[in-house]
């Protein structure tokens, strides 16, 4: 790491968090996660060699620690230092909704990552006793375009091949589309009224629909406007 030249400790501190792919795992731990493949399911687009190199120097810098955890799998934990990064990571977070949101582009979708965010803000308590499955297509996804939410009172399961459930549920929709649901900017039944969005099945999920369906825990950050911008 070059020296700043700088005794300010923000660039330091910027200099261990500012990496985009440190702040993404960052998130994750914050979520829960504490094993490799965790990161990997939520982060598809980071490459092995990738997320190995920034949980060694995240270790290093000493934000989270190693540890053998059941079996032989390795569990990863923040430390004191890794958990007072919550705040600022969940300001960070609406500053970026408030501030940087307008030049997001479909292109920085990534149809993975989104729906582990998605399937993991399911409001299962909401839905009836029992199992629920959702089948979700997103019409302008190739790779990974069809996916099966089943969720219970204990979890959520996301997964990208058929599990053979019935399903209770078909979402039938764009990628953009519904990230815009998922992060507020239009209401559910909205896009269904307005075609962006296809909905099918059981007659008590349709009727409640606005009650569990997935939402960003940030969906009421609203995005200003910069002096200056179109």
Known sequence: MSSSGSLCPAVKAADIIGDR????????????????KNFQRALPRISPTVLSNRLKQMEANGLIIKKAGT?????????????????????????GLRWARRRI?????????????FHRSLKADELPDGETVISVTLSDVQA???????????DVDLCTDDPGKD???????????????????????????????????????MRTISSWFPQSRYSNIRPKRIMGQS
């Not at 792919?21 to 490799?36: N, P, S």
């Not at 292109?107 to 990552?113: F, Q, R, S």
């Not at 399903?167 to 009224?193: F, N, P, Q």
């Open 71 to 95: 079996g032989q799998t390795t569990e990863y934990h923040l430390t004191r230092c890794g958990r007072e990064l919550a705040p600022l990571i969940d300001q960070m977070t609406k500053w």
């Open 21 to 36: 792919w440190v702040l993404l795992i960052l998130r994750e731990f914050l979520m829960g996660a504490t094993r490799y």
């Open 105 to 117: 582009r479909d292109e920085d979708l990534d149809a993975g990552t989104f729906m582990w965010d």
């Open 167 to 205: 399903v209770d549920l078909y979402l039938h929709t764009k990628l953009a589309d519904l990230a815009e649901v998922w992060m507020g900017d239009v209401a559910v039944r909205e896009a269904i009224s307005c075609d962006n969005m296809k909905a099918t099945g059981s007659a008590h999920l």
């Open 144 to 154: 990974y375009g069809r996916w099966w939410l089943i969720a219970s009172s204990q």
